[in-house]
């Protein structure tokens, strides 16, 4: 009989190798090979993991973009083709789910937001802001209400929507200038006329296009901007 594979090899290498197997294990890798070496298994069934992920995640944001604000579970993983286990498996709870969403949607407004502003003064700026919020509010539209209808059961939601209110209120601050500032009313009244509340209110109750949405925030914050002194 032949001797064990063990008894060729240093005693520092079979160590090595048996916590290689250990870590390999724990991983979901195969075990050492007859080559001594790990065979790299687990490669594969993270990617398929990550795949899954990703899938989830583009079938939970399709759903809410198609008008179903808050998708059950079942249905996630029929448009994404997975197993409804796998949802869950992905996901611990569904503020992991907000979370990853939350993070696709940011990528895809930041470009919008974070671009520079190059008007010649602050008022040109600010319309600038405009155009740029209903571009940005209206991609965002149908997520916000399915936030704003899951947030009481969601801290994620919660933090997320302060947070979010915060950043929009900084925006618009960052181009207003000292004097501007000090008419707290008129500031307040600006505030309000760009507000997400507002945009939604134009494009679900009063049922208005983006295009005549837009210009309706568009007059109300020019007829603001006039009252502002420099």
Do not use: C
């Amino acid at each position: 009989m032949a001797p064990p594979v063990s008894f060729y090899l240093p005693f520092g290498k079979i160590a090595a190798l048996t916590d290689r197997a250990k870590r390999a294990s724990e991983e979901g890798m195969d075990g050492i090979a007859e080559t001594g070496k790990i065979q790299p298994l687990a490669d594969g069934r993270r990617e398929r993991s990550r795949s899954s992920r990703r899938r989830i995640v583009e079938a939970m944001l399709q759903l809410i973009e198609q008008g179903d604000p808050v998708p059950s579970a079942a249905r996630v993983a029929e448009v994404a083709g997975v197993g409804q286990r796998s949802v869950f498996r992905h996901f611990d709870d569904m503020d992991s789910l907000y979370r990853e969403m939350s993070a696709v949607i940011e990528r895809r407004v930041m470009p919008i937001v974070a671009a520079p502003y190059a008007g010649p003064g602050w008022r040109d700026d600010v319309r600038d802001l405009i155009g740029r919020r209903a571009r940005v509010f209206e991609a965002m539209l149908p997520y916000r209400l399915a936030a704003a209808i899951k947030g009481s059961q969601s801290p994620f939601l919660r933090e997320e929507h302060a947070r979010v209110l915060v950043m929009e209120r900084d925006l618009l601050m960052r181009l207003l200038p000292a004097t501007v500032k000090a008419d707290t009313i008129g500031v307040e009244a600006l505030v309000a006329a760009l507000s997400f509340q507002t945009w939604s209110s134009l494009r679900n109750d009063q049922r208005l296009s983006v295009a005549d949405a837009t210009r309706v925030v568009a007059h109300s914050a020019g007829l603001l901007l006039d009252q502002l002194a420099d």
